[in-house]
C-alpha cells in the first residue's frame, strides 16, 4: 500500500468522499490529496490519524473537520462556515479565508486562517488539562470573536490591511480562554463579560512559539507580528452568571 | 421597613414519647433541620425542604412534617406563592430559581382522557394467556419495500433500512446529566434499562467511564454546550440525541454552577474543575430547520450513517412545524418534552408558564406528520409528566412511539420531588456530588426498584392493551378511537381528535 493516496472529489457526494477517505487512513495512508473540491460538507468529519495529512485543493463546504480526532488539514482556497466544529484533536490550515463559527466548541488541536473569519470565531472554544484549543487567524475577525469563550487561546493579526476586530460583542460571555490582538479593541467593542489588558512581556513570550509557527506555515516574515504590541481580552469572571439567581 | 422573616414552609415536630434519641434523624438530614441534645432532638424547622429523608429513616415513626403551618390571610388572586416570589424579589432583584416540574395547578389533560375497554362484542384478552407484543423499534421505517423472490422461494429485501433502536417496552429513562444527578444515580438508571432491554439518555454532561458497560443501551446527548462531546462518546451511544429545548425551559439554556463541577464531573464533561458549565439557549450552529439538518447529518456522517440520530425539542406553540422540519432534516425520531418535564433547576417563571402539555404537542405533531405524509420518517418520543402506565398508553393513543420518563425514575429511587434539586444537598444522593450524600445511593439496589417500576408499568399496558382487545402495541399507537375525553372543551377534543365521552 502506497502511503500517498489522491482522490478527485468531481461531482462526489460528500458521504462517498468521507468513505473514500476513511478507507484511505484504514488501508494505512498518510497522505491524502482531494482535488476539485467543490463544497463538500462535512469533509473529514469523525475522522483519526495520527500522521495523516489530508490537503484539500478547492473550497470545502460547511463543517471541515467536525469531531476530528488526530489528522492535519491544508485547504488551498477559502473554507466555509464551522471548520474545526467540536475538533478535538489535529489541525486545520486554511490558506484563504473562512466563514462563520470558526472552530465552533474546539477542544483541542489548532486552527489557522491566512486571510479573515466571519462572525462568531472562536465561538464557545473550551480547555481541559493538556486540552487547549488554538485558533490564529492572520487578517480580521467579525463581530461577537470569541463569545461564550471558555478556554484556549485565540489569536488576531490584522495583516490583511483591515483592523482586526473592529466590530462589536468581542468576547461576549467569556469566561475562560484569552484573547490576543495585534493593537487595541475599542473599548466599546468589548462584550458583556469581557476585559481588556495590554499583553504583558510574559504573554508576549508565550504567543511567540505560536506566532512563529503560523508565519512558518504560511511564509511570512515573522519579525514584525513578533516586535507589535498586543492586547489580551480575558474574563472578567469565570463565573459570568453566579449573581443572577436566587432560590425559590 | 423590612420584610422581615417569612411564615415557615413547613413545620418539623417530634413525638417525645416515642422518640428514642437514636440520632438517625440528625445524620440523615443534610439540610442541618435536626440538633441533638442530651435530653432532646431539637428542631430548626425553617431549614426543612420535606425530602423526608428524616420520616423515611425513623425507626419509630416520631417524626411529622406539617407544610404551611402559619396561614396567610387567603386571597384568590395574592397567593402564598405569588406574595413570597414578590417578597424574595424584594430583596434580591434577582431570577427566581427552582427544581422540579411545573408547579402551578394547571388542568392534567391525562387526567380528562379516558380508555376504552371491550365488552362482550369484541372480547378483550388475556395478557396471561396470549402473548403481548410491546417490543417497539425507534427510527425511520421505509415508506415502501422492494423484494425480490428467488427460484428457491427465498424473499431478499433490496429496500436498504435506516439503523432503529429495538426496545422492549415503550417506556426509557430521559436525558439526566451526570452533575445533574449523582454518579450513583445513573448507574441504577444504567443497570436498570440494560436488564430490561430499553434505553436511558446521558444527558449533557459526557459519559462516564464507568458506564461504558452499559453503552449500549445510552443515548448520548448532543447539547449547545457540547460538554463531554467527541468522536468516542459519538461512537459510544446506542443513538444520538441532538437536544435544542426542554419542556422545563422552553428558549433558554442551562448553566451548571461551579460549585457542582467537581474533579469527576470536570473530567467527564471536559471542563475546569469549578467553572460554569454554560449551555447558551440555541446551538451555535444552528439558527434556522436547514442548520439543524446539517448538526444531524454531521452526527450521522461522523458516526457514519450507523446510528439513529434524534432532536428533542420543548413543546411549544408550534411544536407540529418544527416536527414536520425535523421529520425533514434526516432525523430518525422527534423528542417531545412537555411543558411538566423536570429539571433540577430552571427560573420559575419559565418553568411554570413557558410551553404547552405534552398530550396536546404529541397529538398535533402526530397529525401533521401524517397529513404530510411522512409520519414514517420518524419516531415521536414523549416526555415531561409521564406519571403511571395510564400516560404511556394514553399519549401512545394520542400518537407517541415511546415516552421517556425522568421524575418517575428518581421517585422510584427515593425523591419525595422536594423540588430543591439546585441546592446540591439532596438527602437521598441523586441530585448531589457530595460523596457523603451520593454514597447514600447504592446502584445495586435501586436499579432493582427502577427495574421493578418499568416492570409494573409495562404489565399495566399489557393488561390495558388486553382489556381493549388490542394484542401489539402498533395498533394502540395513534389509536385515538381508544380515546374518549371526559370534560374537555371542543377546541382540545379537535386538537387531540378524540370523541367525548358518550360519543
Given amino acids: 500500500m502506497t502511503t500517498s493516496v489522491r482522490i478527485d472529489a468531481k461531482d462526489l457526494h460528500y458521504t462517498s468522499l468521507n468513505q473514500q477517505i476513511r478507507a484511505a487512513i484504514a488501508a494505512g495512508a498518510k497522505e491524502i490529496v482531494i482535488d476539485n473540491v467543490l463544497g463538500q460538507r462535512f469533509i473529514g468529519d469523525g475522522i483519526r490519524g495520527e500522521g495523516v495529512t489530508l490537503t484539500i485543493n478547492g473550497v470545502p463546504g460547511g463543517d471541515l473537520a467536525m469531531f476530528m480526532s488526530g489528522p492535519t488539514i491544508i485547504v488551498h482556497g477559502n473554507a466555509d462556515h464551522a471548520p474545526g466544529n467540536t475538533m478535538d484533536k489535529g489541525s486545520i490550515i486554511i490558506h484563504g479565508s473562512a466563514g462563520d463559527a470558526v472552530a465552533h466548541s474546539m477542544r483541542g488541536g489548532r486552527v489557522y486562517v491566512r486571510d479573515n473569519i466571519g462572525y462568531r470565531g472562536g465561538i464557545h472554544m473550551k480547555q481541559y488539562t493538556d486540552k487547549r484549543p488554538i485558533l490564529v487567524v492572520g487578517g480580521a475577525a467579525r463581530a461577537f470573536l470569541g463569545e461564550y469563550m471558555a478556554g484556549g487561546l485565540l489569536i488576531v493579526l490584522g495583516l490583511t490591511g483591515i483592523p482586526p476586530l473592529e466590530e462589536r460583542g468581542v468576547g461576549s460571555g467569556i469566561h475562560g480562554g484569552e484573547i490576543f490582538v495585534r493593537g487595541m479593541v475599542d473599548k466599546n467593542n468589548l462584550g458583556v463579560g469581557a476585559q481588556q489588558m495590554p499583553a504583558t512581556e510574559e504573554q508576549k513570550t508565550m504567543i511567540k512559539p505560536i506566532i512563529e509557527d503560523f508565519a512558518r506555515t504560511f511564509g511570512i516574515d515573522p519579525t514584525r507580528l513578533l516586535l507589535s504590541d498586543y492586547s489580551r481580552i480575558s474574563p472578567a469572571s469565570a463565573r459570568p452568571f453566579a449573581n443572577k439567581y436566587t432560590w425559590e | ?503
Fill in chain 2, 1 to 503: 421597613m423590612t420584610i422581615g422573616s417569612i411564615p415557615l414552609r413547613y413545620k418539623v415536630e417530634i413525638d417525645p414519647d416515642q422518640c428514642m434519641l437514636c440520632g438517625r434523624c440528625v445524620e440523615n438530614c443534610s439540610y442541618g433541620v435536626f440538633r441533638k441534645d442530651s435530653d432532646a432532638i431539637r428542631v430548626n424547622s425553617r431549614n426543612c425542604v420535606a425530602c423526608h429523608r428524616c420520616t423515611a429513616f425513623c425507626p419509630r415513626d416520631a417524626i411529622s412534617i406539617y407544610e404551611k403551618p402559619t396561614d396567610y390571610r387567603s386571597h384568590p388572586v395574592w397567593t402564598r406563592e405569588v406574595r413570597e416570589n414578590i417578597f424574595n424579589q424584594a430583596k434580591t432583584g434577582k431570577i427566581i430559581l427552582a427544581g422540579m416540574g411545573n408547579a402551578l395547578p394547571y388542568p392534567i389533560i391525562f387526567d380528562r382522557l379516558v380508555l376504552d375497554a371491550c365488552q362482550v362484542t369484541n372480547p378483550s384478552i388475556d395478557p396471561l394467556r396470549e402473548p403481548m407484543e410491546l417490543r417497539t423499534y425507534l427510527g425511520k421505517k421505509p415508506s415502501s419495500l422492494s423484494l425480490k423472490e428467488s427460484p428457491t422461494g427465498d424473499v431478499e429485501l433490496l429496500t436498504k433500512l435506516s439503523p432503529n433502536l429495538q426496545i422492549e417496552t415503550p417506556i426509557m429513562v430521559g436525558h439526566m446529566s451526570y452533575g445533574a444527578i449523582s454518579l450513583n444515580a445513573q448507574t441504577a438508571l444504567a443497570k436498570a434499562v440494560s436488564r430490561i432491554g430499553t434505553f436511558m439518555g446521558t444527558g449533557e454532561g459526557g459519559l462516564h467511564e464507568s458506564l461504558y458497560p452499559y453503552q449500549k443501551n445510552m443515548i448520548v446527548q448532543v447539547a449547545s454546550g457540547r460538554f463531554g462531546v467527541d468522536i468516542n462518546y459519538l461512537e459510544r451511544g446506542a443513538a444520538i440525541e441532538i437536544k435544542i429545548g426542554q419542556g422545563a425551559k422552553p428558549g433558554i439554556g442551562g448553566h451548571l454552577p461551579g460549585e457542582k463541577v467537581c474533579a469527576d464531573v470536570s473530567c467527564t464533561r471536559m471542563i475546569p474543575e469549578g467553572s460554569d458549565a454554560i449551555s447558551p439557549a440555541p446551538h451555535h450552529d444552528i439558527y434556522s430547520i436547514e442548520d439543524l439538518k446539517q448538526l444531524v447529518r454531521g452526527l450521522k456522517e461522523a458516526t457514519e450513517w450507523k446510528k439513529p440520530v434524534f432532536v428533542k425539542i420543548a413543546a411549544v406553540h408550534n411544536s407540529a412545524a418544527i416536527a414536520a422540519g425535523i421529520a425533514r432534516s434526516s432525523a430518525d425520531a422527534v423528542v417531545i418534552d412537555g411543558f411538566r418535564g423536570g429539571t433540577g433547576a430552571a427560573p420559575r417563571v419559565f418553568r411554570d408558564h413557558v410551553g404547552i402539555p405534552i398530550e396536546a404537542a404529541v397529538a398535533s405533531v402526530d397529525a401533521k406528520l401524517r397529513q404530510q405524509g411522512i409520519r414514517n420518517k420518524v419516531s415521536i418520543i414523549a416526555s415531561g409528566g409521564i406519571r403511571e402506565s395510564a400516560d404511556v398508553a394514553k399519549i401512545i393513543c394520542l400518537g407517541a412511539d415511546a415516552v421517556y420518563i425522568g421524575t418517575s425514575a428518581l421517585v422510584a429511587m427515593g425523591c419525595r420531588v422536594c423540588g430543591t434539586c439546585y441546592r446540591g444537598q439532596c438527602a437521598w444522593g441523586i441530585a448531589t456530588q457530595k460523596p457523603e450524600l451520593t454514597m447514600r445511593l447504592d446502584p445495586d439496589i435501586e436499579s432493582v426498584q427502577v427495574e421493578n417500576l418499568i416492570q409494573g408499568w409495562t404489565l399495566e399496558l399489557a393488561e390495558l392493551m388486553g382489556a381493549a382487545g388490542i394484542n401489539s402495541i402498533e395498533s394502540l399507537r395513534g389509536n385515538r378511537d381508544r380515546l374518549r375525553g371526559y370534560m374537555l372543551d371542543e377546541g382540545l377534543l379537535n386538537v387531540l381528535d378524540v370523541k367525548t365521552v358518550g360519543a
